[in-house]
């Protein structure tokens, strides 16, 4: 019998996906302690080349093809007022990204990071999840399979992004679905609504979570009823980058409901994930105990496009070159510790 | 009558500092509300451009000639066998940074960063700290001299950096001079000493202050008594780039003594500073509280080399790229906030 559902294919590949190589990861170890410097003294720059040598199966990490992939997506529930901008913002920002303009853009270009823009349908927004599941399991699962071409052009690293009016309002309904409590628990402010959009946002959230109440055990099926195209598609980014042993760097509040999603259907999913900062989005800081992650930034930032993934990137990038390019106390010849 | 003191100059300059540019960072806080991006969505990274700005004095910022400048010293106190390293690494190391082979050269590579390196007479020690002054007032104030030439050669954002094996029990000294308590509240564990180590730093520590009790008043004084060349050359580095508009990166446990001293003088002193990171070694936290300076990262870093204040740099690269080259809602024809 073969399979008639399409969510099966993305059930199979959790069963596919590879591990943490112990041995290239403890050939960076013993690399490291060789460094002319004391043992442990680049702290966190250290356990992230480690990490990226032992995720990509190799002695020495890759730093070479560093991509960040935004996806961008349009809401029907932008209908409830829940932003304070216009759902045109989405498709006006794409060309600010074309044009080299957004904050993205500086961030990529300051550290020599790949930037690739994925845009998802935006003139036909997934429909209100307040009134309807977003999108059908055929229409979820071909974005998800869609998103797994982030990496199809060769990433050593990959961070994510992603650019939606209204996704604040997605993220949210995905986290009270998966860890429940009160909507307006997980509802924050977003591009920065005032009260009464906080309001119509949390009335949103809890109108869709009423609605889809009893569908909600599977997490794939909370992505494709409380979803956006952006969300299926950054965790099939995710996935992807896991079966070809690419350590993923997350990004913010949006970013993280894709990678929670993964996460609910097994913990292990993620393994190969590093928060690259926690937003200003308030429950954010939630979010990421709940998956696990130590987020390395903490500048108080909320504009998603992939922004702090990018920032952690170029720390990484340091980390990286000081792993590969320092000497050894012999090459140098410095004294080791007496 | 003219001054007889060499110190006298030095106090004269804390009169001449000049303030941050108001007209300057309202010009920046201006542009930075009309940037394609939410306001206030980009945290941190926005605060660091308006203050590099109103520093500068300049509506936008300039980061074309950002510099790391390492100064080195040696310091008697080693003899008390206060580091696990001999003092010989003082020099090896500056072998390695002009081979390009230590930290310090891979992160300055990494963001495009000039990176300058101070010897300071490696091979004629400072005098024992527990038997003697360390330096003389014509030396200290020659010193003071010689780090003030730090941004000689130009440079928009100084970012501070230093190597001296024994160090860490210099600055313990300084911090335990300026703000009280014990020794072993000061004291950490600099490169990795071990038990029998610590011990041997906290004595030290303690032989020096009691030797020097009746003179640890002025904090010029505790720089020449308990200090090392580095101390005095950075603590000139910081007030020649106040004195000349440079906004400037701190680094860690080491680089803050420098800095404390001069906020000892005045506490406004620091007011163009920036705390790159806080460090490992243990009392930094502390140092940083009472300098009231917030650290822009926290990676468990201790190995000084301005390797804290250069990863900080990597993201003020980027802070100031977004604020300078991000297009405005204008510009880039996206409707504001409705």
Not at 28 to 39: G, M
Not at 124 to 150: C, H, Q, V, W, Y
Request: include cysteine; aromatic fraction near 6%.
């Amino acid at each position: 019998m073969t399979s008639l559902l399409p969510f099966d294919d993305i059930r199979e590949m959790f069963r596919l996906m590879p591990q943490l190589d112990p041995v290239a990861e403890a050939a960076a170890r013993a690399r490291d302690l060789d460094l002319t410097k004391p043992p442990g003294a680049l702290g966190d720059l250290e356990s992230m080349a480690m990490f990226v040598a032992g995720w990509q199966g190799r002695a020495r990490p890759s730093f070479e093809r560093p991509q960040i992939v935004v996806f961008a997506g349009n809401h029907g529930v932008v209908e409830r007022g829940v932003s304070p901008y216009p759902a045109s913002v989405t498709r006006a920002m794409m060309q600010n990204f074309s044009a080299g303009g957004a904050a993205i853009n500086q961030i990529c270009g300051s550290y020599g990071l790949g930037l690739k823009v994925f845009e998802l349908a935006l003139d036909l927004p997934t429909r209100d999840i307040a009134s309807a599941a977003a999108m059908d399991e055929k229409e979820a699962a071909a974005t998800f399979a869609f998103g797994m071409e982030a990496i199809a052009g060769g990433a050593d690293v990959l961070g994510l992004g992603e650019m939606g009016i209204g996704n604040t309002t997605i993220a949210a309904a995905i986290y009270t679905a998966l860890y429940g409590g009160k909507a307006a628990d997980w509802v924050g402010r977003g591009t920065g609504v005032d009260d009464a959009g906080l309001q119509r946002k949390i009335a949103a959230v809890e109108a869709a979570l009423a609605l889809h109440k009893d569908h909600l055990r599977d997490p794939l099926e909370i992505m494709r009823r409380l979803g956006g195209r952006e969300i299926a598609a950054m965790a099939g980014a995710i996935m992807a980058a896991r079966l070809e042993r690419v350590p993923v760097v997350l990004d913010g509040y949006v970013v993280c409901a894709a990678a929670a999603l993964l996460h609910a259907v097994d913990a292990t999913a993620l393994d190969h994930c590093l928060a690259g900062h926690v937003s200003a989005e308030g429950a954010h800081a939630r979010v990421l105990a709940r998956l696990g992650k130590k987020p390395l930034l903490d500048f108080g930032m909320r504009l998603g496009e992939g922004s702090g993934a990018a920032l952690a990137m170029g720390i990484m990038k340091a980390a990286i070159a000081c792993h590969n390019d320092m000497a050894t106390f012999s090459e140098a010849g410095v004294a080791n510790k007496s």
